[in-house]
Antibody, heavy 120, light 108 residues
Framework: QVQLVESGGGVVQPGRSLRLSCEASGFTFSSYGMHWVRQAPGKGLEWVAT????????YYADSVKGRFTISRDDSKKTVFLRLNSLRPEDTAVYYC?????????????WGQGTLVTVSS | SYVLTQPPSVSVAPGQTATITCGGN??????VNWYQQKPGQAPVLVVYDDGDRPSGIPERFSGSNSGNTATLTINRVDAGDEADYYCQVWDSPNSQVVFGGGTKLTVL
């Protein structure tokens, strides 16, 4: 069955960096686009970034553009999110999610999330 | 940027029908997906492409689209349906995913 397991969250000071990982299993990873979505405490879902199945296209929310970078390593079946210049408002649970086979930008499967807390 | 508008809350008695709306300008050409999120859990896709259901989602969940408003309908609501529900589209002109603000469904 499809599984997505995030890791790399923690407490970090403002201005510092963090790298999140999402390891996939149960499907042909190289055939699917992958996404990151976050949820601040008590708030709604906010899309963060998307990478196409072939790595040729990446898209970002305006709130993170220029600070966050999505990447993937198909040999490790893992998608990453590099978070630079972190701000307190980046505090959230970060979920990775898998797209559908045709890249329709819908989130068919989700991981359980990893919490990032930005605080001094 | 594109905005999807949902009511913050909807309340319904057990056994009744819950309807949750999702509005957006020129939304008609955008397919809408719906997610259910229970406290402390990751979201789950319950309806995609306006009205299709993933395998394993009960037939009580359905979706529709009319003009600038998409609707999630849950028939014969029970306590297990109490959750936050989010609509979502792909805003192709801006190459961005957009979520609605979410609707908290309370089963009375």
């Amino acid at each position: 069955q499809v599984q997505l397991v995030e890791s790399g969250g923690g407490v970090v000071q403002p201005g510092r960096s963090l790298r999140l990982s999402c390891e996939a299993s149960g499907f042909t990873f190289s055939s699917y686009g992958m996404h990151w979505v976050r949820q601040a405490p008590g708030k709604g879902l906010e899309w963060v970034a998307t990478m196409s199945y072939d790595g040729d296209n990446e898209y970002y929310a305006d709130s993170v553009k220029g600070r966050f970078t999505i990447s993937r390593d198909d040999s490790k079946k893992t998608v990453f999110l590099r978070l630079n210049s972190l701000r307190p408002e980046d505090t959230a649970v970060y979920y990775c999610a898998r797209d559908d086979y045709y890249g329709n930008s819908r989130f068919e499967y989700w991981g359980q999330g990893t919490l990032v807390t930005v605080s001094s | 940027s594109y905005v999807l508008t949902q009511p913050p809350s909807v309340s319904v008695a057990p056994g009744q029908t819950a309807t949750i709306t999702c509005g957006g300008n020129n939304r008609g050409s955008k397919s809408v997906n719906w997610y259910q999120q229970k406290p402390g859990q990751a979201p789950v896709l319950v309806v995609y492409d306006d009205g299709d259901r993933p395998s394993g989602i009960p037939e009580r969940f359905s979706g529709s689209n009319s003009g600038n408003t998409a609707t999630l309908t849950i028939n014969r609501v029970d306590a297990g349906d109490e959750a936050d529900y989010y609509c979502q589209v792909w805003d192709s002109p801006n190459s961005q995913v957009v979520f609605g603000g979410g609707t908290k469904l309370t089963v009375l």
